[in-house]
Structure formats: C-alpha cells, structure tokens
C-alpha cells in the first residue's frame, strides 16, 4: 500500500452534501498555463539556497487587499468579510453540513482525542481511528492508496520552497513526476516556483493556505484554506487544482524534525526545505529500485484531468508506462493544450460552484 488519504474536509464540513449554488466569484488569473514564462533569474536557476531565497517582484500586480496574510489562517486580512468570500460562504448551505465541532489541542499540542468515541467515530476522524470513509452522507471516500500493483505515488507537500531548484533540476533529470501539494502562503510568496512545478509536468494540488490543523479550523476557516490556496495556484500558475490534503497531523504534533516519516511503506516526503530535499534525493534510488512504477498521484489513479482547466492533462497509468510518446509529453502540457486555452492573456473566471464541489468532492490527505 502506498497511498493513504484522509479528508480533512468531511470531518468537519462534508461539501458534497451542502448544496452549493452557482455562485461566480472574481476567482480569475492572466496566466496561460500552457504557456508559463520563467525568467532566468538567480532565484529560478541557482543552486545555492540564499541566492535562491531572495525576495523578487511577482510576475503580476498582486493586490494585498484581495489575499489573507501570509502564514496566518486564512480569514484574516479581512478575508472572512469580503465580498468575494462571503458571496461564497453564503452560497452554501450549511444545514446540510455535518455538525462537528472544530477539534482541540492538548496541553502538548497535539490533538485532544479525549471524550472522542473512537469506536462509534462518528465523524471519520482518521486521527482517531484511520477512517478514511465518510459516515456522513453524499461525502466522497478519501483517495487512500495508489491502486496500481508495484507502484509508488509520489509526493512532497509543503512547497514551493524557495530553494528547490536543485530538487526539481533532479526529478527532471530522471524524469520523474510528482504530486505536488502547494501551501497556498508560499505559491504567492514563490510565484516562479509554483509555475516550475506545472510546467515540468508534476500534478498540483493545495496544501491548505497557511498549514494549520484543519481539524481544528472552524467550517468558515476550512473553506477560507481551500478557497484561497487554489485562488493562489490558479492565480499564479493558470489551474484551479481538484485536490489537496492537510498536512500530516502528528508529523507537527510530534514536532519531528521532517526529514522522513515512515508507517509501513508509506512515506511522507516534503518539501519544505534544504534538508528535506536533500533527504528526498537520497530516498529516491531506494524507492526506485522497490517499486516497478514511481509515479504521480494523478497518472496512478488515471486522472488526467486534475484541474478545472482542461487545458493541461496527464497521462493514464497505462500510457504513462508504455511510454505511449503522442500522449506523454513530459512537459506535463497536453497536446491538447494547442488554441484550446481559454485563458489566454484574458481574465479567467471560475465557477465558484463546480470548484467547491470538485475540491470537496475529491478530498485528499495523506493520513
Ligand atoms: C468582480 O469584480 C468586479 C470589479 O472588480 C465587480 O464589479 C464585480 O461585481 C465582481 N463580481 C463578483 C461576483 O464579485
Ligand atoms: C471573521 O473572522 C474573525 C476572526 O476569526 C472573527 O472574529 C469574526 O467573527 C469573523 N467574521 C464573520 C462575519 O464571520
Ligand atoms: C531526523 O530524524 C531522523 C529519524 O529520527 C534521524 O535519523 C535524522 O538523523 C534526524 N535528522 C536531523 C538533521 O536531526
Ligand atoms: C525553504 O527552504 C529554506 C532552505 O532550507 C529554508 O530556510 C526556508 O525556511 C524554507 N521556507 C519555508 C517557507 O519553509
Ligand atoms: C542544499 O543546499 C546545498 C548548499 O547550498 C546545495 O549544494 C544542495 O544542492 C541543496 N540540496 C537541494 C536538494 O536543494
Ligand atoms: C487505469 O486505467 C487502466 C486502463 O483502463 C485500468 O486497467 C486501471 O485499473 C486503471 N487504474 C485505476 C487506479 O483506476
Ligand atoms: C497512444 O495514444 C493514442 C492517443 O490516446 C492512441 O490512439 C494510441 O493507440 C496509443 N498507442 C499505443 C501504442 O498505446
């Protein structure tokens, strides 16, 4: 087993079920994604951490009123009452909601599981008990292993760091994809980084906006996590992605040092920073050399459209493993992407209801 998802999201909020309206919100972006513009600049191709890591302007005017604060959860900055959120907020309903509380943290830090019915787990609370099937109804079961016999789904969360150029210059060199899982915080702090990732053809997906405990986020704080990491990637990068997972509670709970966690043959690998990548490097021959197929989350499980745009698609499991070269293009930017982009050099504008949907739909974790 490889894979192992939870959603965050049906425990606290099942989306599914609520009923969204069609609510168009001002969720757009100038970007063309088959079309990314990547400036040699230090910070896209040195290997050294601290040139990398400097500040540069973003590609675009980035309007601050329009994003919560970096880092922070993300209703602040007035977020939780603007009219973007709230035309969304308000176009669930919300009585169709599972009605969980917002879990706490011990003493430790860690989460409170005490007075939880562990065996009743009424909520699918995977923290508890591992489920990763929603008891409550219209709620999507969680993606939870890369189906493919002898297959190892590949993915680092936490990114883009700034310094990954010699990561990603390394999984080019073997041509190797991955699931990418971006903190919405840093897709906007690291523009380029973000676009990098799309254009070498590894599969999006968020990783919440400022990495908090999502369990311990109100419905309204959830859904300002989801909404704005994906307003984040589509901004920057042209795709609204369908998936994502929370970080891996206990890997903070525990305070590991984030190298390298195993359960079983389960691994968690991130992206976070210089060690972590490094760590990653000398991990993957290892995991080559185990498993017959390494490979992103999206061909392992044949989804070939992971994002709302249609524009960029990914390989089957099958093509990808007959190297089948008119569908497999390792740009990761489909053939089909040529005059169909919609998006080009013009305001994009998402439909709020497929997007909550789809996101909701289709909740992934790791654990
Ligand atoms: C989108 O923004 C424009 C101007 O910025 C505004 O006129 C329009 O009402 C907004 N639409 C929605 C649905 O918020
Ligand atoms: C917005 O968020 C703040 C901080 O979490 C909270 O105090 C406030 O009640 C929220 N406002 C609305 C309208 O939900
Ligand atoms: C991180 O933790 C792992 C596992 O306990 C250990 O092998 C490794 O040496 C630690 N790395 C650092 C830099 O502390
Ligand atoms: C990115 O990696 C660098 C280098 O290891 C590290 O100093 C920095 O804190 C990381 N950035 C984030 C946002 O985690
Ligand atoms: C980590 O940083 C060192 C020193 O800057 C660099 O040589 C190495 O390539 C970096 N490793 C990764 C995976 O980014
Ligand atoms: C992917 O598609 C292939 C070919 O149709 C099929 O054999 C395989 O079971 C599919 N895998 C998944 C995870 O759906
Ligand atoms: C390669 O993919 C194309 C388009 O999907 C298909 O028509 C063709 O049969 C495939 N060839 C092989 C050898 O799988």
Known sequence: MVWKYQAAAAMTLGMAALGVQGVTTNYSSTVDPTKLNIPNIPQTTSHDVAAQCQYYQPPFTLNPKEWPTSWEIATSNGMNTSAEFTALYNSIDWTKAPNIQPKTLSAEGGLNLQGYDVQGDKDCWWSASQCTKPKAADVNPDIVQCLEPNTWGLTYDDGPNCSHNAFYDFLEQNQQKASMFYIGSNVIGWPYGAMRGLKDGHHLAGHTWSHKLMTTLTNQEVLAELYFTSKAIKY?????????????????????????????????????????????????????????????????????????????????????????????????????????????????????????????GVGASLF
């Open 236 to 360: 920057v990068t042209g795709v609204t992605p369908l998936h994502w997972r929370p970080n891996y509670e206990d890997f903070i709970a525990m305070g590991s040092n984030g190298t390298f966690n195993t359960v079983g043959n389960i691994v968690l690998s991130h992206e976070i920073n210089n060690m972590t990548m490094d760590f990653a490097v000398q991990n993957y021959p290892a995991i080559k050399k185990n498993y017959k197929h390494v490979v992103d989350v999206a061909t392992c499980m044949n989804i070939s459209n992971p994002y709302i745009e249609k524009s960029i698609t990914y390989p089957t499991f099958d093509q990808l493993v007959s190297k089948n070269g008119s569908t497999v293009t390792g740009s990761g930017v489909s053939p089909a992407a040529s005059g169909s982009s919609s998006s080009m050099g013009a305001q994009t504008t998402v439909n709020a209801a497929l997007f909550i949907a789809a996101l909701f």
